[in-house]
């Protein structure tokens, strides 16, 4: 099931839209509550509006919270009713998103303009209902190893071929994990904005006009110093141009055969 919210703009009903204690809408300026997705990423709207006030990030958040809190609602009675209807018995539950939300950690704010944690570090809750397994799994994950870590949790053999892993085995220490920010919705044509790579705490991100920032999440999860990247670039990039290249191939399969189908 696949749920919009929480999602920018930010519209909880009543109460969950009074729940977290919002600013009062006259101390925010009228362009900050108007209701269009990503604005706030917009070229036009970062020149005049940012950086916002913090009653402004306050008023924003506030709202986010409350539709947190109603899909955490609307989520209990669709777990009740599958109760009722003796659908939880033999249950797997699986939780997780597809990006995050930002407010200002590095200057940009809702998602979908850059690659900073706020918007890529998403929950993953698994949880066997029956209480047969009990885990914690401290290594970085990546969500394309949901489908692959679901059949295995779920003790299905399938010969799927999937670029994920079973979140549940031992994730090696020196797993290369990729993101990317594109500029379309184009999954084959599409140029790429941004490119990250994580190997173990360490992170990069390529932008697309060449610059490189990266990061020590152990020592820096803001991500608000700078480590210094000499002697561990190339050999990243290297490794993030072969994984593309391979990425891209994937695509065009994915979207050849969804193509065959419909």
């Not at 998103?97 to 918007?119: C, K, M, T, V």
């Not at 949901?146 to 299905?156: E, I, Q």
């Not at 990729?178 to 044509?189: A, E, I, Q, S, Y």
């Amino acid at each position: 099931i696949h749920a919009m919210d929480p999602h920018d703009p930010y519209l909880p009903i009543a109460p969950y839209d009074k729940i977290f204690d919002p600013p009062k809408e006259q101390s925010v300026r009228k362009r900050i509550r108007q209701n269009d997705a990503g604005y706030l990423n917009r070229e036009s709207f970062r020149n005049s509006l940012l950086p916002l006030t913090d009653t402004e990030v306050n008023y924003l958040r506030s709202y986010y919270r409350g539709e947190i809190r109603q899909m955490d609602s609307l989520f209990l009675v669709f777990m009740e009713m599958l109760k009722n209807h003796n659908l939880l018995d033999d249950a797997i539950l699986c939780v997780t998103a597809d990006h995050g939300e930002e407010f200002g950690e590095q200057g940009f704010y809702q998602h979908g303009i850059n690659l900073h944690e706020p918007s890529v570090g998403v929950p993953w809750i698994l949880v066997d209902l029956n209480g047969k397994h009990q885990n914690l799994v401290a290594e970085r994950v990546s969500t394309i190893d949901v489908p692959r870590t679901l059949l295995n949790f779920a003790g299905v053999n399938s010969t799927a071929r999937f670029q994920g892993m079973n979140a549940l085995t031992n994730i090696p220490v020196d797993r290369s994990i990729f993101t990317v920010v594109r500029t379309g919705d184009d999954l084959v044509n599409s140029r790429w904005r941004f490119r990250s790579i994580y190997k173990g705490p360490r992170k990069m991100i390529w932008h697309s006009n060449s610059t490189i920032q990266g990061y020590d999440l152990d020592q820096n999860p803001e991500e608000t110093a700078l480590w210094k990247v000499e002697g561990w670039d190339a050999l990243t990039q290297s490794s993030l141009d072969a994984s593309w290249k391979e990425m891209g191939k994937e695509l065009k399969r994915f979207v050849t055969t969804t193509n065959t189908l419909s």
